[in-house]
């Protein structure tokens, strides 16, 4: 595999003992291939992709802040490839996850809190291309690509869950 052009930058600010960045390198150039196989993307971007685990009061701060939701939630992402860079840094995302809330998760979704950290990023990384899940349609679209980046049958459950989450009883 040829070097990524798109680095990641990852930080541990939450205080608890996380995987290290060289699994979400993995994740982030797994979903960066697929999107550009499926052209979804013309070409993997130049520039940075910052990747912070923090503390549950931030992420609630921060989903407060931008989302106008008052409370804690997994994982927050951003982009800024359409919009104003960040002066000399080239970052075109930015991904919060909470790996409190993740570990919960992943009792919930019967997997390993490994497996809901990189199935959070991997959704992050989709968020910051410009994917999204606000309606049913949507909801298949995105996760439909997931499930290629992510073909095991832990992640399907995971998104039938999901999707029961959001939607309420039915078919995902």
């Not at 993307?41 to 910052?50: A, F, L």
């Amino acid at each position: 595999m040829k070097k990524c052009p798109l680095e990641l930058k990852w930080k541990n600010l939450s205080g608890v003992k996380a995987p290290g960045a060289l699994r979400f390198k993995y994740w982030m150039e797994k979903t960066l291939e697929c999107l550009k196989k499926e052209k979804l993307i013309k070409k993997i971007p130049e520039g940075k992709m910052e990747m912070q685990m923090i503390k549950s009061a931030k992420i609630k701060e921060m989903n407060a802040k931008y989302r106008g939701k008052d409370k804690v939630t997994d994982v927050l992402s951003f982009s800024f490839m359409n919009g104003d860079k960040f002066p000399g840094k080239k970052l075109i995302g930015q991904i919060l996850i909470d790996p409190i809330t993740a570990r919960k998760q992943a009792k919930e979704h019967e997997v390993s809190w490994r497996a809901e950290l990189e199935f959070l990023f991997v959704h992050a990384v989709l968020h910051v291309f410009g994917f999204d899940h606000e309606n049913a349609k949507d909801f298949k679209k995105m996760f439909e690509i997931q499930a290629q980046i992510m073909p095991n049958q832990k992640f399907a459950r995971m998104t039938k869950q999901i999707y029961q989450e959001y939607f309420g009883k039915g078919e995902s």
